[in-house]
């Protein structure tokens, strides 16, 4: 539903980063503060209704800059009971166009094994065919030469590619394939994908009727698919659950709590200088094979990854009178990011010789023998890739919200709403990244070259307070209101440039010991919001937005330190940094057609 609507792509929104879009749950902001990123799993059964805001947000909105999705659950009904089940399987198949990724015909190892050139060189292939590749090869006969150490025939080198890469039979091209040397193999497409989702709700039994017609709605979500190609981990499985508890205490007073529980298993993503905690995607893992790596042939090139999150939402409503009622929210949210490094170990014990070459289980499983440094010539892809990253994380975050609003129709022409909003958050985030370690050296030997990490211990209070009016008049509607935000980091910053000596890896272990640091104030930020709308016609009405916006910062660019080689500090973090700020301008108008179409044309503008 969302991603079908004009101007939204995913949860981008637009133009903007998902971390300009907030989703909401039941009128809480579901949200990872270690990554910014919005919680966006909830059983289907459990959405009563699901709308997005593209503009003209009121200025009960906050920590937004493009779009809010806003998420209404179901309650149990009062006198029956429901219950729904669904549950869906896709045939097992290959994700991604062309040959299997371990064919000698796939493009990446074509080169190695085409009849062409595989012995040859890439230079006897057409030109045209040359032109799609970044890099040449030379052919197995150059290679053996240039490496006589290894002691290899031609087609043994070529014997040794087809372990390293787990590469299937080609009969056709003359390619036994690594199984017939005695390698497990590697497939792909071969698990169908599954989802399955259900609901119960009703009365709660026996106590209903005497807790204010107490009812529950619970449901359950999970899903798995399969990668496109395996790694530590051939599927990412995901796991949702919600329960939710109402209670009418009287005619004009209701009561709920609900939970929420998500579990996410898959592999990590990024490589690069420490981790930003996200999950490989389904496709992504395709695209690890190109021109510079060869990481999708390394089955132990990236780590097993959980995130476990938990939030609880109470929520108290009362009407005071016919006029006027107030609602008081508390949520509590948390999440855990888990990853010990891989699963398995390698067989470092020998399977195969060949030439001067002992080969142990690789690519299968994970160890820090440096076979493909030794071996990887000339080029990186030759023998295999880097060995990726033994990832550990244990990051985690608590954050209590406490939000109160109150709406009271003053008179026929006015609407007045105010209300205030709270969060203390509690980040711990730890995320190291180790390549040559097993995971014993890791506990017992201090940090190596090749360690990077991204840690920080944060306790940022952010705050709000706003006041907005509803103004209704004959041939006009305006939203007039005005909104103040309060965000601490709560922390000391660093007084260090980019380019400082402190970056060295003489400062790496006395860093905070040396730079010059200050404390960090608050930053109180004050946000006009305008909405007004003229009715055309009993079918049209034009309408105007304009408002200034403001969002959090990404904790990464806010706190604590990134380590990278020879453990020296490459990047910190400024509490310091400003709140991005968004002047959106909109204008349009909305037609009604037959009481069945509803037309919007719409302009905007983002200052930012």
Not at 128 to 141: E, I, L
Not at 166 to 193: C, F, M, N
Not at 242 to 253: E, F, N, P, R
Not at 466 to 473: M, P, S, T, V
């Amino acid at each position: 539903y969302i991603g079908q609507q004009a101007g939204v792509q995913g949860l981008t929104v637009r133009g903007g980063s998902i971390d300009q879009t907030a989703i909401m749950i039941d009128g809480m902001v579901a949200v990872d503060p270690t990554t910014n990123q919005p919680y966006t799993s909830l059983p289907l059964s459990a959405i009563q209704e699901v709308s997005l805001i593209k503009g003209g947000f009121n200025a009960e909105y906050g920590d937004i800059r493009s779009g809010l999705v806003n998420i209404t659950t179901k309650d149990g009904d009062k006198s029956q009971y429901h219950v729904s089940f669904d549950f869906r399987q896709s045939p097992a198949h290959q994700k991604h166009f062309g040959p299997s990724m371990f064919s000698p015909e796939n493009y990446y190892l074509g080169p190695y094994f085409d009849p062409q050139v595989a012995f040859t060189g890439t230079q006897n292939w057409p030109k045209y065919k040359q032109q799609q590749y970044a890099t040449s090869f030379q052919g197995w006969n150059a290679w053996v030469q240039q490496n006589p150490q290894w002691g290899l025939t031609p087609k043994q080198a070529q014997e040794v590619f087809e372990w390293t890469h787990t590469v299937d039979a080609d009969p056709a091209w003359g390619i036994a394939g690594s199984e017939a040397l005695g390698q497990k193999g590697r497939t792909e497409g071969t698990e169908p994908d599954w989802n399955a989702e259900g609901s119960f709700s009703g009365p709660v039994p026996f106590v209903s009727k005497y807790l204010g017609d107490l009812t529950f709605f619970g449901s359950y979500k999970g899903n798995q698919t399969y990668y496109a190609v395996p790694y530590t981990r051939t599927n990412n499985l995901q796991q949702d659950a919600q329960l939710k508890l109402v209670s009418h205490i009287t005619d004009g007073m209701k009561f709920s709590l609900e939970g929420i529980y998500s579990d996410r298993k898959g592999v990590n993503y990024y490589l690069g200088n420490g981790d930003d905690g996200s999950f490989m995607g389904i496709d992504n893992s395709i695209f690890q094979a190109n021109a510079e790596n060869s990481y999708c042939y390394w089955q132990s090139s990236f780590s097993p990854l959980d995130l476990y999150s938990r939030m609880l939402i109470a929520n108290f409503e009362d009407v005071i009178s016919p006029s006027t009622f107030f609602t008081i929210t508390a949520s509590l949210n948390s999440n855990q990011y888990k990853s010990d490094g891989y699963l398995d170990l390698r067989d470092t014990s020998t399977l195969i010789r060949l030439g001067n070459l002992s080969l142990n289980g690789v690519p299968w499983g994970w160890t820090s023998d440096p076979f493909q440094q030794s071996v990887d010539q000339p080029d990186r892809r030759t023998f295999g890739g880097d060995n990726g990253g033994m990832l550990y994380d244990n990051s985690h975050s608590s954050s209590v919200n406490l939000k109160g609003d109150l709406y009271s129709q003053v008179n026929p022409n006015n609407g007045v709403k105010a209300g205030f909003n709270f969060t203390f958050t509690n980040m711990y985030v730890n995320r190291e990244k180790y390549k040559d370690r097993s995971q014993e050296e890791v506990i017992t030997l201090p940090p190596p070259a090749d360690w990077y990490s991204e840690q920080f211990n944060a306790f940022p209070v952010m705050g709000a307070i706003y006041l907005q009016d509803k103004i209704e008049l004959e041939g006009m509607v305006a939203n007039i209101g005005i909104r103040s935000d309060y965000f601490n980091t709560n922390t000391i910053s660093y007084l260090v440039d980019p380019f400082s000596q402190y970056y060295s890896a003489q400062y790496a272990t006395v860093f905070t010991d040396s730079v010059p640091q200050q404390s960090v104030k608050g930053k109180l930020k004050i946000s006009p919001r305008i909405g007004v709308a003229f009715p055309i016609s009993e079918i049209a009405k034009f309408f105007f937005n304009y408002g200034h916006f403001y969002s959090y910062p990404q904790s990464s660019q806010l706190y604590g330190t990134i380590r990278g080689q020879s453990q020296a500090i490459t990047q910190v973090g400024n509490p310091n940094a400003l709140l991005p700020e968004t002047v959106a301008y909109e204008l349009g108008v909305e037609l009604n057609i037959s009481d069945t179409y509803l037309l919007q044309i719409t302009g905007y503008y983002k200052d930012i």
